[in-house]
Each structure stands twice: as structure tokens, then as C-alpha cells.
């Protein structure tokens, strides 16, 4: 019951409970002073007289007392009905509070009674889930980074490694003809080309993670900037055993407002990521709507199971089962491609491919023709 | 000639943990993962198995 209706209900019974006793009682106290008439034997009329006034007298404090030990009572009583309601609540709300305090941010407040406090409730448990939902993300982006730190130093660590091994092979004389020496040197060359790649990765990536955009975004034919993408990829990729497809529809005229350096770094990536995980094909679809345009990268590689499929796009996530030594790189790619995707104010899809594969989809502005 | 197995999946690091042993004397076998090492290793005997 809510504050205003005990207040009202208190009112009325402190007005009835003590009109109820004041009937009560002179009622009582008239049977009395009947009761003691009757079992008197008066001598005169001056003496019934005087008995007379007495039971008057007798009737008149007996109702009064009555009247005001009522009102004690029930003032008493009917305040506390109030005050409880109040008293109650608010400790609810203190409780409630120490609870956020102590850390407990999962503390709700139950809302099945409409009063006064509702409001406060209410206000209260969105608080503390807002509360809740910050220090939530708050704790996911310090694992990110402490993530981010293992993948980096797992990546820089195994090619330093390696060149390091080398080195001191060729410097031990480990590598006697002139051959392996060759060999030697060329591992260094990669690993250190590999060690280059990466540390560009992250400076970029760090960069677009701080938000700095470094594009210089033109209007640019999408189709004719794919097509050259396309011939230079095929046949790089060609070479590692992966075929890559474009389809385009007919009279591809979209243009789109991008930096030509960023969109070569968002298919690279994408090629990039589809071989390393052993796809053998991947067809570029490039479909044109009134508003957008929308590139779909479709491969035949694993896909991404389901539950790791919203962590693509994160830095250093590398799928579950693939996380392994085979597949090299440092799972910057998609958290690059994404972020570049954003800042030219398109977004991006994956959902995986049948029977097998992955499939991303990029949706751009497209600018007017 | 002692012989030696290693089990290693970097590649690059087993080459030239191979090389060192083999300028030193030991015959190598390498094997890049665990299944493989271990039926190498019921195959035939072998003086040391290192097994990263």
C-alpha cells in the first residue's frame, strides 16, 4: 500500500476508532452507574442526589480516560503503520546501495509494489545496470589489451627467435656450403620482412584504434579499382594455391568516396587471412544497390564456428581450432579491415559460407552518380 | 651414429636444430607434430626423442 493511501486510511481510523470508543465507553459507564444506583439504599432525596452526581461524575472521567488511552494507542499504532512503509523502503534502498558499494553490481531492486518509491526503484536498478554494463566493458577491454600484449610479444618473439638461431648457425659455421648459407640467409631475409609486416600491422592498427584516420578519401570507380586489385592478387596468390574470383554485375558504374591505399589493404587482408587459413578459393562479389554497394568475400577455407564468429573482428583472435603454430600471422588483419570499413562510414558482416568458408560482407556508401 | 628424433612444429627452428646435431655427428629425424612423432618412435628405436 503506498504511503498516501495508509496516510488516508490512518486519518480515517484516527477519527472513527476514538468516536467508536467514546460510544463505547459512555455506553459502559452508563450500564455502570446504573448497576451502582441499583444496589444502593438511599435515606433521602439529598443522598439519591448526591449518588446521582457522583455516578455523573464517575461516567464523565471513565469516558474521558477511555477516549484518551485510545488515542494513544491507536496515534501510536497508526503512526507506526506509516512510518514502517517509509522506514522500510528506505532501508531497501540503503541495503541496495551498500550492496553497489561493496561491488555487488548484479543488485536489483524488486518493483512489484506501485507506491511512492517505484520511482526510485525504477531510477535505482537503471543506474545500476548502466553501472553494471560499464564496468562490464570496462573489464572486456582490459582483457583485450592484456590479450593484445600476449599476441604481440607471442608474434615478435618466434621470427626473432628464428633470425636469432640463424645467425648464430651462420656465425658458428653451422651452414658449409655455400648453398645453405643461402638458405640461411634467406630465412633471416623472410623472418625479418614477416617481423617488418607485422610491426606495420600494429602501427597502423594502433593508430586506428586511437582513432586517428590518416585517409585521404577520393571518389574512386570501386570497379575499376577491384579489377586492378584482382589482377595483381590472382596471380600473387596463384602462386600459394589459392584462385581468386571477381564477379561484377553488368555496367558497374558505383563510385565510392575511399582512400585507393586503404581498399588495397582491406582485399589484401581479406586474401590474406582466406589463404592462411587454407582456403583454396575466394570469389569477390561486387553487387551495386540505389544507396550502397556491397562486396562479399566468400571462401572455401574452415569458417569460424559460431561462438568465436564476434571476435573476428578483434585484435589477435585467431579461431579456436586454428589457433595454432601453422597458421602464421598475427590476427591484425580482420581487426584492420573492420576498423577501415567504419571509418569510411560502411559496415561489415561475416556469417559463414556452404558447405565450408567464410564469407564477409562490406556494405559502402555510394556516392551519387 | 646416434640417432635422434625431434618433434618441433616451427619449422624453421627445427632445420637448424637438425643442422647443428648433424654437424656434430647425430643422425636427425624430424617430425612436425605429435602423431607423427609418435609413430616414428614405434617404428623404429631411437637413442633421444626431444619433444618440444
Given amino acids: 500500500m503506498s504511503v498516501k493511501k495508509r496516510l488516508f486510511w490512518s486519518h480515517i481510523l484516527m477519527f472513527a476508532l476514538p468516536m467508536l470508543t467514546y460510544l463505547l465507553f459512555s455506553f459502559l459507564a452508563d450500564r455502570l452507574s446504573w448497576l451502582y444506583l441499583l444496589q444502593q439504599r438511599f435515606s433521602s432525596m439529598a443522598d439519591f442526589q448526591y449518588h446521582v452526581r457522583l455516578t455523573e461524575h464517575f461516567s464523565r472521567w471513565f469516558t474521558l480516560v477511555g ?108 651452414a658449409q656450403t655455400e648453398d645453405s648459407r643461402r638458405q640461411y640467409l634467406t630465412i633471416i631475409r623472410d623472418k625479418t620482412r614477416d617481423l617488418q609486416g607485422l610491426v606495420n600491422k600494429l602501427f597502423l592498427f594502433s593508430r586506428m584504434d586511437l582513432g586517428r584516420n590518416e585517409d585521404h578519401p577520393e571518389p574512386v570507380t570501386l570497379h575499376d579499382e577491384l579489377q586492378q586489385l584482382h589482377m595483381v592478387l590472382a596471380s600473387e596468390y596463384a602462386d600459394k594455391g589459392m ?15 575511399a582512400d585507393p591505399d586503404t581498399l588495397h589493404r582491406i582485399v589484401t587482408n581479406i586474401a590474406e587471412n582466406s589463404c592462411k587459413y587454407g582456403a583454396s578459393a575466394l570469389d569477390i562479389a561486387l553487387r551495386e544497390a540505389p544507396a550502397f554497394v556491397s562486396l562479399t568475400f566468400t571462401d572455401n577455407g574452415p569458417g569460424v564456428p559460431p561462438d568465436s564468429r564476434p571476435h573476428i573482428f578483434d585484435a589477435f583472435s585467431r579461431a579456436a581450432p586454428a589457433r595454432n603454430e601453422k597458421v602464421s600471422g598475427s590476427g591484425l588483419g580482420l581487426a584492420i579491415v573492420s576498423r577501415a570499413v567504419r571509418n569510411m562510414g560502411g559496415r561489415i558482416i561475416a556469417k559463414n559460407a556452404q558447405p565450408h568458408g567464410l564469407t564477409l560482407e562490406i556494405q559502402l556508401p555510394r556516392l551519387e552518380d | 651414429m646416434p640417432h635422434i628424433l625431434i618433434v618441433e612444429d616451427d619449422r624453421a627452428i627445427a632445420r637448424i636444430e637438425k643442422d647443428y646435431l648433424e654437424l656434430n655427428g647425430f643422425q636427425v629425424t624430424l617430425a612436425e607434430d605429435g602423431e607423427t612423432g609418435r609413430k616414428l618412435a614405434l617404428q623404429q628405436p631411437f637413442d633421444l626423442i626431444c619433444w618440444m
Fill in chain 1, 67 to 174: 477516549l484518551a488511552l485510545t488515542l494513544v494507542i491507536v496515534k501510536r499504532f497508526l503512526s507506526r503503520g506509516v512510518l514502517k512503509k517509509i522506514e522500510g523502503s528506505l532501508r531497501e534502498l540503503s541495503d541496495g546501495l551498500r550492496q553497489l558499494r561493496e561491488g555487488d553490481l548484479s543488485c536489483r531492486l524488486p518493483l512489484t509494489e506501485e507506491d511512492e518509491f517505484s520511482a526510485v526503484r525504477t531510477d535505482f536498478n537503471a543506474t545500476a545496470a548502466q553501472l553494471q554494463q560499464l564496468v562490464e566493458e570496462q573489464q572486456q577491454n582490459d582483457r583485450n589489451r592484456q590479450e593484445l600484449l600476449a599476441g604481440i610479444s607471442h608474434d615478435l618473439r618466434s621470427p626473432l627467435t628464428d633470425i636469432r638461431a640463424y645467425t648464430e648457425g651462420l656465425l658458428d659455421g653451422v
Fill in chain 1, 243 to 257: 584462385d581468386i574470383a571477381y564477379l561484377f554485375p553488368e555496367q558497374p558504374r558505383s563510385r565510392i568516396l
